[in-house]
T-cell receptor, first 115, second 114 residues
C-alpha cells in the first residue's frame, strides 16, 4: 500500500532563518506531488505541484521554493522566512496517470510557527 | 476557471440530527468532485468522490453526497450525527480537461452538540 510521510510535524523558526520541509511517498511510482499551505478560515492554498523529477509548477509568487530531486521526494524550502510564512503545510500525492479523477492523499502536515 | 463555494464556515447540529454541508462548484465542464474531512492537526482524509458515475455517492462513516448538475451542487449529508463527526470538512474540484490542479473550498467546521 502507498504511504506519505511528512516531517517535521512541528517547527518553530525565527524570522530570516532558512526552511526545509520534506515529503516522501512510498509504494507508488511517478506520483504527482503537491505542497499546500493552510491558514485558518482560508482553506488550502496550492503552493507548488510537480508531475515529475525536476518539474515544478509554482502557483503563488513568494519567498518559498520547491524541488523534486527524486521521484518520490518533494522538498519545500525558503532562504529567509517571513512572519507571513507561518501556517500548516500539507503535502499530497495523486497517481501519475495523466488524469485527475483520483483523489489526493495527504500527509499529516507540518505546523510552522515563525517568531 | 474552476471554483468551489462552501456556504457556512461553521455548522452546529445536535447529536442524532441530520448533517448537511453545502458545496457549489463553478465549472465549464462536468468536474470531478471530492469531500474530505480534517481532524485537528492532521491531514485531509477522503470521505467520498464523484467521477461521473452514479450521481449519489456513498462514502465512509455513513456520509453521502449527491451530484446535481442543474444546481452545480455536491452537498454532503449524513442522516444522524455522531460526536466523532466533529471536524472540518472540505469540498474540492479537479479540472477534467487536463491540468493537475485541485481547487478547495474554504471549509466548514462541524460542531456536534450533545
Amino acid at each position: 500500500s502507498q504511504t506519505i510521510h511528512q516531517w517535521p510535524a512541528t517547527l518553530v523558526q525565527p524570522v530570516g532563518s532558512p526552511l526545509s520541509l520534506e515529503c516522501t511517498v512510498e509504494g507508488t511510482s511517478n506520483p504527482n506531488l503537491y505542497w499546500y499551505r493552510q491558514a485558518a478560515g482560508r482553506g488550502l492554498q496550492l503552493l507548488f505541484y510537480s508531475v515529475g523529477i525536476g518539474q515544478i509548477s509554482s502557483e503563488v509568487p513568494q519567498n518559498l521554493s520547491a524541488s523534486r530531486p527524486q521521484d518520490r521526494q518533494f522538498i519545500l524550502s525558503s532562504k529567509k522566512l517571513l512572519l507571513s510564512d507561518s501556517g500548516f503545510y500539507l503535502c499530497a500525492w495523486t497517481p501519475g496517470t495523466g488524469m485527475n479523477n483520483q483523489p489526493q492523499h495527504f500527509g499529516d502536515g507540518t505546523r510552522l510557527s515563525i517568531l | 476557471a474552476q471554483s468551489v463555494t462552501q456556504l457556512g464556515s461553521h455548522v452546529s447540529v445536535s447529536e442524532g440530527a441530520l448533517v448537511l454541508l453545502r458545496c457549489n462548484y463553478s465549472s465549464s465542464v462536468p468536474p470531478y468532485l471530492f469531500w474530505y474531512v480534517q481532524y485537528p492537526n492532521q491531514g485531509l482524509q477522503l470521505l467520498l468522490k464523484y467521477t461521473s458515475a452514479a450521481t449519489l455517492v456513498k462514502g465512509i462513516n455513513g456520509f453521502e453526497a449527491e451530484f446535481k448538475k442543474s444546481e452545480t451542487s455536491f452537498h454532503l449529508t449524513k442522516p444522524s450525527a455522531h460526536m466523532s463527526d466533529a471536524a472540518e470538512y472540505f469540498c474540492a474540484v479537479s479540472d477534467p480537461t487536463g491540468t493537475y490542479k485541485y481547487i478547495f473550498g474554504t471549509g466548514t467546521r462541524l460542531k456536534v452538540l450533545a
